[in-house]
């Protein structure tokens, strides 16, 4: 191919191509010598007769095929030459893209698993979540007894299973103690999902019971990871918490959580169906049902209500009152899974598209700016000989170089952010674990990016060829006809730009007023230095409330002398955690309510330590003491909510409480409200009861330690295991990381707004900086006559920072408008902040407005400085 | 100030230059002056837009180039065609008289 030869034999080719030019140029000039001319007039009018020397080596170099390889490495070298030439611009513009191109695509990734991936089950459209949705004690769950009522509707549903993530277990034996998070199902839970282990088998009824040998099983990702995918895990024992699970299965990789699906293990549920009584616990859980075909959710939701109406009616009076008011809940599982996410996820995705959006404004405006401060450039090398198509490529891939640096860099700022939110986002986004980065979606946004590079870079290139080169060259900067239509499309870019990232940061700004006034709840305990874990009495063992309560005494007496330990208490509750355990609640002197008319009262069944452990302060009267034992009369402690409902403006001390079926209590003390329902539930009226009165077999431990309370559960199971050592410690949990959970998605979604808004207008600062930077350019000349003529630099100044504040404000008014329209969105996911909360949008308008100012500020003061005699003298 | 020539019919350059070179050896000065010769009251041909041509049909196959003594005793670029050009030639004559056939044609019938 002489084509490529030619390619590697390029100065060859040049000297031949130089010298058969000038060869034909000296004959012409001889030529005419020999006609008459002088020397001088023969070589101007061979000159004349020929044309440009240069351009005809170009064109005859654009002859051959072979240089088109030629050229690109010209072009590309030429490119970066250029782009190195202008590292502020080159380093905006590939940030620009990186972050607009990798923030979109890591956060549409996980978005589009979340919302769009198939849930992992078998035929999902038949699955549906099932709660009783009381309001009234802001309970969605469904209790032991009616679980095992709902199994025997099987014109409704196929099957019912029942489940709760959740628990964390420690795993030893296997090198360092981990600690796993853990599931627990009754044993159909697999049937109903349809889905069956890759390895071993899942639970059987039999082994779905209490009290008998443990069997786990595990997840994919858990036994890669901590069983180093051991082929012969099944039937293998490990100890979990201390105590020998036997591992009967293996999960399939797909597999996830029902809630949770950072789940590792999975152990028994062991429900009973035991009588339903005021005295004994019931255990609530979640249930996950397979519809019967044909049956619609809202038909299933019917049904359930009907033969909930049976199944209560059978319950003591106190349960009937208490489920009054109760709803059947059956939604598709797909719903109940993404539903609580979906707002956030969808706000998230709203808020990274209009990153993209800046992101392509600014780097339009960039290239627009540019594009005319290079149109000299542009029109010295068309009059040396480049022909429009060469100029066009050269700037094509100057924006590919770009388009392509941006895009490698998104793409590694994508799979790092995939990584970060796989890790630490919150834990109720489903699929999360599992989202990857969305090749598509990469492409996606490179394309847009790469499409608005390519487009707004040549726009100002095709605008110039309309304008003569030579008066190009001649006015140098000052064309009426193409800067005058670049100047409105820049205005323009800059107002929606502006506009797009006030919205934004109004938004972002919400959010974190809405973080900050959870944080700043006062949640009316102190978390710090507190343990906690539940314990259950087996009832088999503890059979009567004597047992189960000496047995709690002693744990508690022992606990109290361990070094370390400054209190210790045991209760039916758990901050932020809610109450597991309601009635309804009347004066003594009121004449009886109906049965169901009356709310539900949250009851804290605790031994007297609660309150000191949780640092709860007394306002008024005495605390539960020891002295409340079983024959002592029934003594009460309500919170300051109560107070306001029922005893509002009157001293409440000593007055008498009916409280369901359990007779008349006396209020002895008064506390403080704390957030038992969770940090953004408003406090209600809740009484605490001693737990002598009222002993369940299952309760929490709480202590309140020196120092790292973990460090100290070595020590707590010891004496557990003291006294009964079959007995699991589980839910081991601190107050701390309880409470920071509950912090946990606001913060997410307030530090990820946050970022894109505070990128957002970072972008929208330097395209406002870009306009006006351009602007001052294109006046120098304006401004330079005007001081001649008398004008201060003062007035100069305004000048220019008027014209730039003249933008921001439409910019800002757009915004504005913008915002009071979407931040509505934000709705469910504030907390004690409207959607137009006035501080925000006048605080987040003015720093926006700050910054726009500051953008101008540079460019003005570059105007002020002109000196008229060297500006105009340049001209 | 000369009267405004036509400029020559895209494609014609092509045939004309592998006419001239079709006689024989040539190098571009020489060509540019056959065409002036031949052309002069006819059209006007840019001395520029020769070079560009030859290379191109150098680079189609249709002439070989070498280096050789002028008349002059400088080295020059000589021309010279291929058995494609030859070929490419003919095809073009061909094309040729039937489109000036055709247009004659209608010429003749549009008077």
């Not at chain 1, 240069?54 to 072009?75: C, H, M, P, T, W």
């Not at chain 1, 616990?281 to 519809?291: D, Q, T």
């Not at chain 1, 996410?341 to 990274?352: D, I």
């Not at chain 1, 599992?434 to 598509?440: A, C, E, R």
């Amino acid at each position: 191919m002489h084509w490529l030869r030619r390619i590697f034999n390029k100065e060859q080719t040049e000297k031949h191509l130089d010298a058969e030019l000038r060869f034909h140029l000296e004959r012409q000039i001889s030529d005419y010598i020999a006609a008459g001319m002088t020397p001088k007039e023969a070589r101007r009018r061979a000159q004349l007769d020929f044309g440009g020397l240069e351009s005809v080596k170009q064109q005859s170099r654009e002859a051959r095929r072979g240089n088109f390889i030629e050229i690109l490495r010209q072009d590309v070298r030429y490119g970066f030459r250029v782009l190195g030439k202008n590292p502020g611009f080159t380093t905006v513009a590939v940030l620009t893209l990186a972050l607009g191109i990798g923030g979109t695509t890591a956060i549409f990734s996980v978005v589009s698993s979340a919302l769009l991936r198939p849930l992992p089950y078998h035929d999902p459209a038949q699955l549906v979540w099932l709660a009783d949705e009381n309001t009234r004690a802001h309970m969605t769950v469904v209790l032991e007894s009616d679980y095992f009522a709902y199994q025997q509707l099987k014109g409704v549903f196929q099957n019912v299973a029942a489940y709760e993530p959740g628990e964390t277990h420690t795993l030893t034996g296997f090198g360092d103690a981990v600690r796993l998070n853990g599931g627990a199902v009754t044993y159909n839970f697999f049937d109903v999902l349809g889905v069956l282990p890759q390895m071993g088998r899942s639970f059987l009824p039999e082994e779905d019971r209490a009290g008998v040998a443990h069997t786990v099983l595990l997840t994919d990702a858990c036994w890669r990871q901590h069983f180093s995918s051991d082929p012969h895990i099944i039937g293998r024992s490990i100890a979990l918490d201390n105590e020998s699970y036997s591992v009967i299965g293996v999960l399939p990789p797909q597999f996830e959580f029902l809630d949770n699906p950072r789940v590792e293990v999975i152990v028994p549920l062991a429900l009973q169906n035991r009588e339903i009584s005021i005295t004994k616990p019931m255990r609530l859980v979640r249930a996950v049902a397979r519809l019967r075909q044909g049956m619609t959710p809202a038909a299933a939701a019917a049904n359930v209500d009907a033969a909930n109406q049976r199944i209560w009616a059978g319950y003591p009076p106190s349960w009937a009152g208490m489920m009054e008011g109760t709803r059947a809940q059956v939604l598709p599982l797909r719903e109940h899974l993404v539903g609580k996410a979906q707002p956030a996820l969808l706000v998230l995705l709203a808020a990274v598209a209009s990153v993209l959006l800046i992101a392509c404004l600014n780097i339009a405006n960039l290239q627009l700016a540019r594009g005319v401060s290079r149109e000299k450039e542009i029109a010295i090398r068309g009059a040396l000989g480049a022909g429009r198509s060469r100029l066009l490529r050269q700037l094509l891939t100057e924006n590919l170089i770009i388009s392509l640096a941006g895009g490698a860099s998104g793409l590694a700022i994508a799979a790092w952010l995939v990584r970060v939110l796989r890790t630490s986002g919150p834990v109720n986004i489903p699929h999360l674990a599992s989202s990857q980065l969305n090749l598509p979606v990469f492409a996606f946004a490179l394309f847009v990016s790469l499409a608005t590079g390519v487009l707004f870079g040549l726009a100002p290139m095709l605008a110039a060829f309309r304008v003569p080169i030579v008066e190009t060259i001649k006015e140098s900067g000052t064309p009426a006809g193409p800067s005058w239509k670049i100047r409105r499309s820049h205005n323009l870019l800059t107002v929606i730009e502006l506009a797009a990232a006030l919205v934004l940061f109004i938004g972002a700004g919400l959010l974190v007023r809405s973080f900050a006034q959870l944080t700043s709840v006062p949640p009316g305990f102190d978390a710090r230095g507190v343990l906690t874990a539940q314990i259950s009495l087996p009832i088999n063992l503890y059979k009567t409330q004597e047992q189960q309560l000496a047995f709690f005494r002693s744990l508690e007496k022992r606990l109290v002398s361990l070094p370390g330990v400054e209190s210790v208490a045991l209760a039916n509750v758990l901050p932020l955690q809610g109450f597991n355990l309601g009635s309804w609640v009347q004066r003594e002197e009121l004449p009886p309510a109906p049965p169901g008319t009356l709310p539900t009262t949250g009851v804290g069944v605790v031994t007297p330590g609660y309150f000191s452990v949780l640092h709860i302060s007394l306002v008024q009267g005495r605390l539960l003491d020891s002295r409340d034992g079983r024959v002592s009369p029934n003594d009460l402690v309500v919170n300051e909510a109560f107070i306001r409902r029922y005893f509002p403006n009157e001293n409440a001390l000593g007055k008498r409480l009916k409280v369901a079926d359990q007779g008349i209590w006396t209020i002895v003390g008064v506390v403080r409200d704390s957030k038992q329902r969770g940090l953004a539930v408003d406090v209600e009226p809740e009484i605490f009861v001693p737990v002598e009165k009222w002993c369940p077999p299952e309760l929490t431990l709480l202590l309140r330690v020196q120092g790292d309370p973990i460090t100290l559960l070595p020590a707590v199971r010891a004496v557990v295991s003291q006294l009964d050592k079959n007995l699991p410690l589980f839910d081991v949990q601190t107050m701390d990381s309880l409470l920071k959970g509950e912090l946990a998605s606001q913060r997410f979604n307030a530090a990820l707004l946050g970022a894109f808004a505070i990128f957002a207008v970072f972008l929208a600062a330097i395209g406002i900086y870009g306009v006006m930077a351009y602007s001052v350019h294109q006046r120098v000349r304006e401004v330079a006559i005007r001081m001649a003529l008398g004008a201060e630099p003062r007035d100069v100044l305004w000048m220019i920072l008027s014209r730039g504040l003249a933008l921001a404000a439409v910019g800002l008014v757009f915004g504005l408008t913008g915002a009071f329209a979407l931040t509505r969105l934000l709705g469910t996911l504030l907390y004690r902040v409207r959607p137009s909360d006035p501080a925000t949008f006048v605080g987040v308008t003015l720093a926006l407005l700050a910054v726009a100012l500051a953008a101008c500020w540079i460019p003005a003061r570059r105007a002020m400085r002109v000196d008229p005699m060297v500006a105009l003298r340049y001209e | 100030m000369p009267q405004e020539k036509p400029e020559l019919l895209k494609g014609t350059l092509d045939m004309l230059i592998l006419k001239i070179v079709a006689l024989g050896p040539i190098h571009g000065y020489a060509i540019s002056q056959r065409i002036q010769q031949i052309s002069k009251d006819f059209f006007q041909v840019p001395q520029g837009s020769l070079y560009p041509a030859l290379h191109r049909l150098e680079d189609r196959g249709w002439l070989t180039a070498d280096w050789r003594e002028s008349e002059t005793g400088r080295d020059a670029k000589f021309y010279t065609l291929t058995r494609k050009g030859r070929r490419q030639l003919e095809t073009e004559l061909v094309y040729w008289e039937r489109l000036s056939d055709a247009v004659a044609l209608i010429l003749r019938t549009a008077e």
